[in-house]
């Protein structure tokens, strides 16, 4: 018997009527009512993914084609009328699953941008096609090199379309690696079985983008981009080496220590791409939006699991959004950690700008492997940056997904995925104000499914009648001797109990801790030093020119810091 999966949107009931028997095509009525949150939209979709579209059994010849009748009712058993675009949405996922289930053999490089060719024509999109030695001629090092050693060449293909002149441009770009046997760095046995689904990213966009485009809007941007960043990561003569220097499009340089990360270095061209000033001149269009999806990393699978999407983004903003559009789509993701401060020392390289995979496997895969791909935007690329790992949700049961469509059509507000600009509800609380440089379409709409952030208010009373404790007493000489903020500030005759908030009724401005043998010094224009609670390790910064002056000391030391109220700050 069929079954829907269960990713149908939670709320909804789908109960299926027919037996799809071995050998004989059936009859199959579906009846869907809905009543969640999210409607009868992730129902039907997870229909689509119920049957799918490539099968090469020898008994398909002698069978007739199967027909699936569905209707769709509302929570109060009313009947719907079927939607075009709920229509086009769900044939875009059943024909990014069937790309995904192809094999190699059969949908090489070259096919696959023949299906692309094929969507340009079929809308009247421009499309640019860059492939074999051509890419390594105009500069694309990176995506020449994974793919040079297969028997069809790699290729740059770019899709565009636009519904209104001027405004801003959204840009999809897609990992579509058509086989992955690891290069060089060979794959297992087991572990190379299904990587003809390493094109799952490529696949899912390319049929977003034709959804988005035949809907003919897609959210605040006048024109939209798909970037897709093909090549077969195979063995030969040619393939590309460890210890490898590689040029990339965006003028870094990659030292190879792992051919088996491929996925990194052709998205790293194709974002490197659309974020030059070239490419937004040649489009007539600031580049708002990068939005780029892959089958990156088995890591993704350890952080979200087989069924939920790793997104990473630069903003506060872009990253509430695409939760939402997960939920509403129920193609979910969740974010991971964003500090390229501390992931891209990962990737540190004695004889080029950077190596193309991580030092330490222990230390977020994920996010080091999103960073890795962030730092080739182009430096003067001022608008939002998206990625989404489907490493595990782009396949089920040996079978594929189609993930990442909806997730797509529901962040780019495309029809039936308005909810989240159109039916917001009251904002419970101030936004928050969107990062410097940062402006752009997606810092107007909020999110109506995530609650605002509200800080915990301060206490109603001045903080400058609670007492203070003299911060020029010794602290003490071992870590065992002050176990708590409560016991510093009992110590110095404060209160028992912890205050929500301390302020000094003077700045402070030297602390000394003699039996250590080292003291601090802040010099510079008095200020009125924030508040501070405690639990918080809060960092007090005051105007310039501040500075801040250490005795000299030999040797290693450690000790707790309490200041206000506040909680330990370890300092080494």
């Not at 079954?3 to 050998?23: I, Y």
């Not at 009543?35 to 008994?59: E, I, M, N, Q, V």
């Not at 675009?85 to 192809?102: F, G, M, P, Q, Y």
Request: charged share 20%.
């Amino acid at each position: 018997a069929a079954q829907l999966p269960r990713a149908a949107a939670r709320g909804d009931e789908a109960v299926l009527r027919g037996d799809l028997v071995r050998g004989r095509p059936a009859a199959v009525d579906v009846l869907l009512r809905g009543g969640g949150r999210g409607g009868l939209r992730g129902d039907r979709l997870a229909l689509g993914r119920a049957f799918p579209l490539y099968l090469r059994k020898a008994s398909q010849a002698t069978q007739r084609e199967g027909v699936v009748t569905a209707a769709f009712f509302s929570a109060s058993g009313e009947p719907l009328a079927a939607r075009p675009s709920i229509s086009a949405a769900v044939a875009a996922v059943r024909k990014a699953a069937r790309l995904v289930d192809t094999p190699c053999e059969e949908l090489s490089t070259t096919e696959f941008v023949a299906e692309a060719v094929r969507v340009a024509e079929r809308f009247g999109c421009g499309c640019e096609v860059v492939s074999g030695e051509a890419l390594r001629d105009a500069g694309y090092g990176l995506l020449y090199a994974v793919g040079k050693a297969a028997t069809r060449p790699p290729a740059l293909v770019v899709l565009s379309h636009r519904r209104a002149p001027g405004g801003d441009a959204a840009c999809l770009v897609g990992k579509g690696i058509t086989y992955d046997t690891g290069g060089l760095a060979l794959k297992p046995r087991d572990g190379m079985f299904g990587m003809k689904m390493d094109c799952g990213g490529a696949a899912a966009l390319l049929c977003a983008f034709e959804a988005a485009v035949a809907n003919g809007a897609y959210g605040p941007y006048h024109a939209l981009h798909c970037v897709l960043c093909l090549a077969e990561n195979a063995i030969g003569p040619n393939a590309f080496r460890h210890d490898d220097v590689l040029d990339a499009f965006s003028g870094k340089t990659v030292e190879v220590n792992n051919t088996d990360a491929e996925g990194r270095l052709v998205l790293a061209d194709g974002v490197a791409h659309v974020t030059s000033p070239d490419f937004a001149k040649r489009h007539g269009s600031p580049v708002a939006l990068v939005l780029e999806a892959a089958t990156l990393t088995g890591a993704q699978m350890i952080a979200t699991g087989r069924r939920v999407a790793a997104l990473v983004a630069d903003s506060d903003d872009a990253e509430r959004r695409a939760v939402a559009a997960g939920l509403l789509s129920g193609d979910l993701a969740r974010p991971l950690p964003f500090i390229p401060e501390w992931h891209r020392a990962e990737f540190k390289s004695h004889v080029a700008d950077m190596k193309n995979s991580v030092k330490d496997r222990g230390n977020a895969q994920s996010s080091c492997a999103a960073t890795f791909v962030y730092e080739h935007l182009h430096k003067t690329y001022k608008g939002h940056w998206l990625h989404l790992d489907i490493a595990g949700p782009a396949a089920a049961a040996e079978r594929a997904t189609g993930f990442g469509v909806a997730f797509v059509l529901a962040f780019l507000n495309v029809h039936p995925f308005l909810s989240i600009t159109t039916s917001r509800p009251p904002p419970r609380a101030a936004a928050r104000p969107a990062p410097p440089g940062r402006a752009g379409p997606l810092d107007r709409p909020t999110c109506p499914y995530l609650p605002a952030h509200r800080p915990r208010p301060l206490p109603a009373r001045p903080p400058s009648s609670l007492p203070v404790p003299s911060l020029s007493s010794p602290f003490p000489s071992s870590r065992s001797a002050l176990r708590s903020p409560r016991d510093f500030l009992r110590s110095a005759g404060g209160p028992s109990r912890e205050p929500r908030g301390l302020a000094p009724r003077e700045p402070c401005s030297q602390v000394e801790a003699p039996s250590l043998g080292i003291s601090f010094k802040i010099s510079g224009p008095p200020s009125r030093p924030p508040l501070l609670r405690p639990g918080r390790a809060d960092v007090v910064s005051l105007p310039p020119p501040s500075k801040v002056d250490c005795s000299t000391f030999s040797g290693p030391i450690s000790f707790p810091l309490y200041i206000w109220g506040t909680s330990a700050l370890d300092t080494r």
